[in-house]
């Protein structure tokens, strides 16, 4: 098999799709760093570059707020929920689903695979920007990072995934575009695919099973 080709690595349908939501379905940068500026603000910080916080997503709103306020580590509470607050009052000012994202979930949808999104943000504003950019429905299992006690890169979010789905690893894939998505497929047993117009940086790319530029690489899809 020609996998430079077909950056799905498989020539059958896989029953399961997991896609990251931050970098992989949505470029929701701008909103993210505006409400990392809003928290420092509040505590009368100056705002961090863009390119900053861009570093510092990944792991959850608790770790960016405390990666993005070092000098306040003793009011991490009171910044997660002033980032919160803001974010869910701001969650799509910016942010757009990247291109290539419609035409591929109503492929896959065509070809009788179960999507799901699996992400990091927290469950409540995964689905707040899913219902705003209108793709909500697509999706079977939307589950944030706090739905299940250790969230990416430790592999549990994607096996919930794959039970409420009623599938097993080696019939799932996993769509991400940082270390934390490929490093819990790996561990769950899924193969990856790697978005490289998100938010990771290129060494963590090498870590899922193939690579695309664009959404639009995954179509036609193979099987
Ligand atoms: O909120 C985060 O830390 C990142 O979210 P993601 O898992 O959808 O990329």
């Not at 009171?78 to 009052?89: I, P, Q, T």
Request: charged share 20%; net charge negative.
């Amino acid at each position: 098999m020609d996998t430079t080709q077909n950056p799905w690595g498989v020539m059958t349908a896989p029953s399961l799709v997991m896609f990251d939501l931050d970098g992989t379905l949505v470029d929701s940068l701008a909103d993210l760093a505006a409400s990392v500026n809003f928290m420092r603000s509040s505590f009368g910080l100056p705002p961090l570059a863009t390119e900053t916080v861009r570093q510092c997503i990944g792991k959850g709103a608790r770790n960016l707020v405390g990666r993005t306020l070092p000098e306040r580590a003793d009011d991490l509470d009171r910044g997660l929920d002033l980032f919160l607050e803001h974010n869910g009052a701001n969650i799509a000012v910016h942010s757009r689903l990247y291109p290539g994202v419609l035409p591929l979930l109503a492929a896959l949808r065509d070809a009788g695979v179960f999507l799901a999104v699996v992400s990091n943000k927290p469950t409540v504003l995964c689905r707040q920007l899913l219902d705003v950019l209108e793709v909500a429905d697509w999706f079977g299992t939307v589950l944030g990072g706090d739905a299940v006690a250790q969230c990416k890169p430790w592999p549990d979010p994607l096996l919930l995934a794959m039970e409420q789905a009623g599938v097993v690893a080696p019939a799932a894939v996993m769509i991400g575009d940082s270390s934390n998505d490929f490093d819990a497929a790996r561990a769950a047993g899924v193969r990856s695919i790697a978005c490289t117009f998100g938010f990771g940086e290129p060494w963590e790319m090498e870590l899922a099973d193939s690579r695309i530029d664009s959404l639009e690489a995954l179509l036609p899809l193979p099987f």
